[in-house]
């Protein structure tokens, strides 16, 4: 299975700046969707951005404008793909722990695209404080 880890994240005032990076791993795989979700305590995980194969980006309605999703092509070979997602005018609505998520296929020469399924990563902590 697709393994991910993620990068970044901390402490912020509101109105601050910080970054999140997510790199797969673990084999060949083709990253159909990656992206962010978020949970708060006593909440359920939500979504906050996912970008799709070809480029489609998804966003929570709370993070428009003010979060910013993106996959680095370079780097975004079969073995490596990596998933940055900037956070602009950070609220202390955005505290959370901070999930990678993606949805992958194996790949292999002599079977192709196979295998599809999810993966998370195991959270970083994003904190605004007012």
């Known amino acids: 299975q697709v393994q991910l880890v993620e990068s970044g994240g901390g402490l912020s005032q509101a109105g601050g700046s910080l970054n999140l990076s997510c790199a797969t791993s673990?084999?060949?795989?083709?990253?159909?969707?990656i992206g962010w979700y978020r949970q708060a305590p006593g909440t359920q995980r939500e979504l906050v951005a996912t970008?799709?194969?070809?480029?489609?980006?998804?966003?929570?309605?709370?993070v428009k404008d003010r979060f910013t999703i993106s996959r680095d092509n370079t780097k975004n070979t079969v073995r490596s793909h990596t998933v940055d997602l900037h956070m602009n005018n950070l609220k202390p609505e955005d505290t959370a722990v901070y999930y990678c998520?993606?949805?992958?296929?194996?790949?292999?020469?002599?079977?192709?695209?196979?295998?599809?399924?999810?993966?998370w990563g195991q959270g970083t902590q994003v904190t605004v404080s007012a």
């Open positions: 998520y993606a949805k992958a296929s194996h790949i292999s020469g002599s079977v192709g695209i196979y295998g599809e399924h999810e993966a």
């Open positions: 673990g084999g060949t795989f083709v990253i159909h969707n």
């Open positions: 970008i799709s194969e070809d480029g489609r980006t998804n966003y929570a309605d709370s």
